[in-house]
C-alpha cells in the first residue's frame, strides 16, 4: 500500500478552516480532494467522512467530560442516520460524477449562505427577538429537553437529511445538524454545538465503516489526509481566539463560494459539446 502523503497538506488546511471557524471545514474536504488531488466525488466522500469522524470526536470528548452533549436527541438523529447513510453511500456510487459536482456545489452554496448569515448576526447586535417555541423544548428544571411528538419527528426529519447527505456526499458536519437542531430545539449555542459534534462524529463513522465494508475506501488517501485534518485542526482551535469569528465567516462564506463556483466551471469544461451538435 502507497501512501499519497501529498494528501496531508489539503488536511491540513481543511482542518485548520475547521478549528477557526467551528464548522464548515469538513465540506470543504471533498473539494480539495477534487482538485488538488484528481478524485471523483464518490471517492472523496468516504476519505472526508473519515476525516470527519476523527477530528470531531476529539472535540466529542471534551464536550461528554462537560456534560453539555444532549445524548438522547443525539441517539434519535444518530439511529436514523446510520441506517440512511449507506443507501447515499450507495447511490453516489450509481450517479455520474457531473452530477454529483453539481449537487456538491449546490449543497457548498448553501453552506456559505448559512455561514454568511451567521457572521452578520454575530457581527451587529441582536435585535429583540420574537416569541419563537420550536418543538423540542429545554426543561428549565432538569436542563434536558421535553419529549413529545413533535419533538421525535423534528429530530427523525434531521437524522434523515444528515445521514443521506454524508453518505451520499461527505458532508454532515456541523453546518447540517447545527442548522437542523436550532430550527427544532431551543437549547443553548454551547450545547446545540456539542450535540452537534456528537452527531457528526457517529454518523460519519457509520459512513466509514459502511464505505469501507463495500470497498470504497481509499486508505493509502484516507489516512494520511485524516493525519493533516488533525493537526490542522488542532493549530486552528490553539489559535481561533486571535481573529474575530465574523470576519472568519465572512471569509469561509466567500471561499465556499469561489469553491462551488469553481466545480461547475469544471463541470461545464468536461462536458463535450461537440458530441451534443
Not at 11 to 19: A, K, P
Not at 33 to 59: D, R
Not at 151 to 176: D, H, N, P, Q, R
Amino acid at each position: 500500500m502507497e501512501i499519497q502523503w501529498l494528501a496531508i497538506l489539503p488536511g491540513v488546511f481543511t482542518g485548520l478552516v475547521l478549528g477557526l471557524t467551528g464548522s464548515g471545514g469538513a465540506i470543504i474536504a471533498v473539494p480539495l480532494l477534487v482538485f488538488g488531488l484528481h478524485t471523483t466525488i464518490a471517492e472523496a466522500a468516504p476519505v472526508a467522512l473519515l476525516s470527519i469522524a476523527v477530528s470531531a470526536a476529539v472535540a466529542t470528548c471534551n464536550a461528554f467530560m462537560q456534560g453539555i452533549v444532549r445524548y438522547r436527541a443525539a441517539a434519535l438523529i444518530v439511529s436514523t442516520g446510520m441506517l440512511v447513510a449507506p443507501a447515499g453511500i450507495w447511490i453516489a456510487r450509481q450517479l455520474p460524477d457531473s452530477l454529483l459536482t453539481v449537487v456538491f456545489s449546490a449543497v457548498l452554496a448553501f453552506a456559505a449562505g448559512y455561514m454568511y448569515r451567521h457572521g452578520r448576526r454575530s457581527a451587529q447586535p441582536a435585535p429583540p427577538e420574537e416569541a419563537v417555541y420550536p418543538p423540542c423544548q429545554l426543561s428549565l428544571e432538569s436542563g434536558r429537553l421535553i419529549w413529545t411528538i413533535p419533538c421525535a419527528k423534528g429530530l427523525l426529519f434531521s437524522g434523515v437529511a444528515t445521514g443521506f447527505l454524508s453518505g451520499l456526499l461527505g458532508v454532515g458536519g456541523g453546518f447540517i445538524t447545527i442548522p437542523a437542531l436550532r430550527k427544532v430545539s431551543n437549547l443553548p449555542m454551547q450545547s446545540l454545538t456539542a450535540t452537534a459534534l456528537a452527531i457528526t462524529t457517529l454518523i460519519s463513522i457509520t459512513g466509514v465503516v459502511s464505505a469501507t465494508s463495500m470497498g470504497f475506501m481509499n486508505w493509502p488517501l484516507a489516512l494520511p489526509f485524516t493525519v493533516g485534518t488533525v493537526i490542522g485542526t488542532l493549530t486552528g482551535r490553539r489559535y481561533a481566539h486571535r481573529f474575530d469569528e465574523a470576519k472568519l465567516q465572512y471569509g469561509f462564506a466567500i471561499l465556499a463560494w469561489c469553491i462551488s463556483l469553481g466545480m461547475i466551471v469544471k463541470v461545464v469544461y468536461s462536458i463535450d459539446f461537440s458530441a451534443l451538435s
